[in-house]
Antibody
Framework: EVQLVESGGGLVQPGGSLRLSCAASGFTFSSYSMNWVRQAPGKGLGWVSFISSSSNTIYYADSVKGRFTISRDNAKNSLYLQMNNLRAEDTAVYYC???????????WGQGTLVTVSS | QSALTQPPSASGSPGQSVTISCTGTSSDIGDYNYVSWYQQHPGKAPKLMIYEVNKRPSGVPNRFSGSKSGNTASLTVSGLQAEDEADYYCSSYAGSALVFGGGTKMTVL
């Protein structure tokens, strides 16, 4: 059974940093591209970032470019999101999501809440 | 990276068919066959219902179907059931990025 478990969320002040992690199991992590998707409270889904299976290709949403960094460690079956210079509008539940190879995300974690507030 | 346009709400009675539209541009839906649809129940993670415009992952009932014409994609739910009441989101690859729709709240009357 595929499992994705996010961690690292919490309360941070504007301008601060946070590192999210996603632990994967139940599939060959190194063979699949991964993504981060966020959802502000009461709002819709927003794609954040993509990383290919070998980390060769990385994409970011314009809203986080230059502030967030996606990475992965295939030896540890883990996905990461380093978030710097956080803003109030980054407040959201952050999900890691597994790509099925065609920009459809067939497995999602339970999400971790990031709150940016003073 | 502009969001795709979905109607905020849709509704139908049990057994009826309901179609949700998702309008994009020639740079996303119109240019790629990478349209997906997700179902999200309150407090839960999204679930993939349709990928590559009209393909269903295993386990998704065949009551759910997808299509695309030009810059607009559609999700049709046939034989509506109570458990279909949820939020539905479309997404499309847009060349080095992914865009989501704003979501449609489906109500089963």
């Amino acid at each position: 059974e595929v499992q994705l478990v996010e961690s690292g969320g919490g309360l941070v002040q504007p301008g601060g940093s946070l590192r999210l992690s996603c632990a994967a199991s139940g599939f060959t992590f190194s063979s699949y591209s991964m993504n981060w998707v966020r959802q502000a409270p009461g709002k819709g889904l927003g794609w954040v970032s993509f990383i290919s299976s070998s980390s060769n290709t990385i994409y970011y949403a314009d809203s986080v470019k230059g502030r967030f960094t996606i990475s992965r460690d295939n030896a540890k079956n883990s996905l990461y999101l380093q978030m710097n210079n956080l803003r109030a509008e980054d407040t959201a539940v952050y999900y890691c999501a597994k790509s099925r190879g065609s920009w459809g995300f067939d497995s999602w974690g339970q999400g971790t809440l990031v709150t940016v507030s003073s | 990276q502009s969001a795709l346009t979905q109607p905020p709400s849709a509704s139908g009675s049990p057994g009826q068919s309901v179609t949700i539209s998702c309008t994009g541009t020639s740079s996303d839906i119109g240019d790629y066959n990478y349209v997906s649809w997700y179902q999200q129940h309150p407090g839960k993670a999204p679930k993939l219902m349709i990928y590559e415009v009209n393909k269903r992952p295993s386990g998704v009932p065949n009551r759910f179907s997808g299509s695309k014409s030009g810059n607009t994609a559609s999700l049709t739910v046939s034989g509506l059931q109570a458990e279909d009441e949820a939020d539905y989101y479309c997404s499309s690859y847009a060349g080095s990025a992914l865009v989501f729709g704003g979501g449609t709240k489906m109500t089963v009357l």
